[in-house]
């Protein structure tokens, strides 16, 4: 008795659950209100990010440059310095320290060091690297390489400026040559390029309308989007209409070769229901 | 070509039944309500039935509200297979846990305070009428687990296969079936508990 109840009771369930309800207009109704609301509140959140964003890159790059000495100063700085010509960096003033790249030599088991001629002291700004600084500085230094050698409170800017001259004649990590004007050294940072997906979308539409339309032309549009998106998001939806244009020409074939993938696919899957009707269907 | 091929080539163009297009997909991003709007006429019979056979009529509106609002932001987890209408069921189920015990306990407080109290068992099929047996199966339904309810639901009362059942909730046919027969066996006891009161 009680497996007959639960049956009674399921189809109960079920048909009760059919029947219209007069609230479905009030819902639909309290849905628009709480969408509406949902996204003037977002709208209001991104406005209030970017203000708050705004604000911290303005006040946080008049910081700066009240630190670097001036705006001028502060893109200078900023600039890594193999990006700025040589003409710019004999330019440094002469009141900003040198910072040491590395601890100092006395915190190394070191040989005693003899300082170079090369390393001048803060106020000078010997830009022009002799030979032999050149020849050292050219090869990569690596850690063990750099324990031994006489450590110089400018090494890295010499270094960088004895890298220069062989930097400016190769193009960069990139691939590309490196700025050769002041312009382009302070010029902003490229942003990030991302594919768009305009000319899939317009030839998706495309090739809907014709399809809509039942033009011959349908099929090869379909063909269009579909190489250049093969694995784009509706490439599903163009493969199937693909196949239903190859149906209306009569390819049972080549049809039946479309429709195959979707009607062997798991139940429930796209069009999967309706694949395997129209290939039960097609003519031999 | 007979009439059986072009029927079925005639329900695929118009890409907001089963699938999204692009300009539903761009315009619901958007918040644009008429984008809303439509899929809700398109949908939610579908979506409410559900909501009505899983939680009860107490919150199944609710339920219905909760599921489309948040549709699109869940679009940007859908991966554009299936149905759209299969994605929205998902979507409802995900909901409903917050519903289910909602629902519980309003049926459990109008069982209390309800004019008359149960009269004596009696034969089911003399003394319960539709509305009475659907009430019935769902106060039994809320002494299920989350888990258990789902399956008895999705497969016995919404008559999906297995595979799909499987498919929507994320597991394994077998556990599927696994549920099922412990949801029903739970029901019987309850039904049985009920009726006799």
């Known amino acids: 008795m009680s497996d007959d109840l639960l049956e009674l009771a399921t189809r109960a369930l079920r048909e009760t659950s059919e029947a219209p309800n007069p609230r479905a207009g009030a819902t639909r109704a309290r849905l628009l209100a709480s969408a509406e609301r949902q996204t003037a509140r977002r709208r209001g959140w991104t406005l209030r990010a970017l203000l708050l964003g705004a604000g911290l890159l303005a006040s946080g790059t008049a910081m700066a440059a009240h630190v670097a000495g001036g705006v001028p100063e502060l893109l200078r700085a900023l600039t890594p310095s193999w990006v700025q010509p040589a003409a710019q960096r004999t330019h440094k003033p002469a009141h900003k320290p040198a910072r040491p790249l590395h601890a100092p030599a006395s915190n190394r088991v070191l040989p005693a060091p003899a300082p170079p001629a090369s390393a001048a002291p803060p106020s000078v700004t010997p830009m022009e690297p002799s030979a032999a600084q050149l020849d050292a500085s050219s090869a990569p230094r690596h850690a063990s390489e750099r324990a031994h050698s006489p450590r110089k409170p400018r090494a890295k800017r010499t270094e960088r400026a004895a890298r220069a001259p062989r930097v400016e004649s190769s193009p960069d990590a990139m691939g590309k040559a490196a700025p050769a004007t002041p312009t382009e050294s302070v010029a902003a940072p490229r942003p990030v390029e991302r594919p768009s997906i305009a000319p899939e979308l317009a030839l998706f539409r495309h090739a809907e309308r014709l399809h809509r339309a039942k033009s011959p032309d349908a099929l090869s549009a379909w063909d269009a989007y579909l190489k250049l998106a093969p694995n784009g998001a509706l490439a599903p939806e163009a493969r199937y209409n693909r196949a239903l244009c190859l149906v209306r020409m009569q390819r049972y074939d080549e049809a039946r070769a479309a429709l195959t993938p979707f009607a062997a696919a798991t139940p429930g899957a796209y069009r999967q229901r309706e694949a395997r009707a129209l290939l039960e269907h097609l003519p031999r | ?197």
């Open chain 2, 1 to 197: 070509m007979d009439g059986s091929v072009e029927r079925s080539l005639q329900m695929t163009v118009p890409l907001e039944s089963h699938a999204l297009g692009p300009s539903a997909r761009e315009g619901l991003a958007a918040g644009d309500l008429d984008a809303l709007a439509r899929l809700y006429e398109q949908h939610h019979e579908a979506v409410r039935r559900f909501a009505r056979r899983f939680v009860g009529e107490e919150t199944a509106e609710d339920l219905v509200h909760d599921t489309f609002l948040s549709l699109p932001r869940a679009l940007g987890r859908w991966n554009g297979t299936g149905s759209l209408r299969t994605f929205l069921i998902g979507i409802a189920l995900n909901h409903a846990r917050h519903h289910v015990r909602a629902a519980a306990r309003k049926r459990a407080a109008m069982q209390r305070f309800a004019a008359e109290p149960p009269g004596p068992a009696q034969s089911p099929q003399d003394a319960l009428d539709q509305r009475q047996l659907s009430e019935l199966l769902l106060r039994a339904m809320d002494t299920l687990s989350f888990d258990h309810r789902s399956a008895f639901v999705l497969c016995d009362v919404e008559e999906r296969p297995a595979a799909e059942v499987a498919e929507l909730l994320g597991i394994p046919e077998a556990t599927v079936r696994t549920r099922l027969f412990h949801a029903r066996q739970k029901l019987r006891t309850a039904l049985q508990r009920r009726g006799a009161r």
